[in-house]
């Protein structure tokens, strides 16, 4: 049983920063790509950061220069530090990793449970 566990959303007035984490636990393997998605009220979830499986990152047009991703490989962990928050950032953000997990020998999309950021003031 693998899964993903985030923390770190909440209200943070414009401007304001949050730094959000997303553990992954459970009979690993080993994880590969590890990053961030949100989904705003009726709209599509999109991608903001993640790192691919060759290890390159790749960054939302709204988000670059603003947000910032980073994993911790040893704690199967990944982050992303939200920095010049915009209201158009809320939105639910949810961690996706792909895993390898112990006993089974095809790689998996997990996703997290999501957790709300609220841009307001």
């Known amino acids: 049983q693998v899964q993903l566990v985030e923390s770190g959303g909440g209200l943070v007035q414009p401007g304001g920063s949050l730094r959000l984490s997303c553990a992954a636990s459970g009979s690993i393997f080993r994880v590969n790509a590890m990053g961030w998605y949100r989904q705003a009220p009726g709209k599509q979830r999109e991608l903001v950061a993640a790192?691919?499986?060759?290890?390159?990152?790749n960054y939302l047009d709204s988000v670059k220069g603003r947000f910032t991703v980073s994993r911790d490989n040893a704690k199967n962990t990944v982050y992303l530090q939200m920095d010049s928050l915009k209201p158009e950032d809320t939105a639910v953000y949810y961690c996706?990793?792909?895993?390898?997990?112990?006993?089974?020998?095809?790689?998996?999309?997990?996703w997290g449970q999501g957790t709300q950021v609220t841009v307001s003031s």
């Open positions: 996706n990793a792909f895993i390898l997990s112990l006993g089974n020998p095809r790689w998996l999309d997990y």
């Open positions: 790192f691919t499986s060759g290890g390159s990152i």
